[in-house]
């Protein structure tokens, strides 16, 4: 069974920076494609960044561009969010999810990490 926890995050100031990590377990995600989601109080879940197995970044929001990277070290299952210049509008509860290259995030094949909260203060 595919087990994403994600670790990292917490209270910081705004202008602040945060890294989040996602470790995989239960399989191999070689050819699986990777992500952070986020939501915040009231709000939708949102696409914050997505890269596949092999490093090409499909996606990133423009609210984030210039401010997070994403990573990942498929020798550590590992997927990584630095998140840089964090502002108030950036607090959000983050998760990690991986779905097959050939799916969808929403056709009910991702698994999605529990998630953890980062809060910016201003």
């Known amino acids: 069974q595919v087990q994403l926890i994600e670790s990292g995050g917490g209270l910081v100031q705004a202008g602040g920076s945060l890294r989040l990590s996602c470790a995989g377990s239960?399989?191999?995600?070689?050819?699986?494609?990777m992500g952070w989601f986020r939501q915040a109080p009231g709000k939708e879940r949102e696409s914050v960044a997505s890269?596949?197995?092999?490093?090409?970044?499909?996606y990133i929001a423009d609210a984030v561009k210039g401010r997070f990277t994403i990573s990942r070290d498929n020798a550590k299952n590992t997927l990584y969010l630095q998140m840089n210049s964090l502002k108030p509008e950036d607090t959000a509860f983050y998760y990690c999810?991986?779905?097959?290259?050939?799916?969808?995030?929403?056709?009910?094949?991702?698994?999605w990490g529990q998630g953890t909260q980062v809060t910016v203060s201003s």
């Open positions: 890269m596949t197995w092999s490093g090409s970044i499909t």
């Open positions: 239960g399989r191999s995600f070689r050819n699986y494609r």
């Open positions: 999810a991986a779905v097959p290259a050939s799916s969808t995030w929403l056709d009910g094949s991702a698994s």
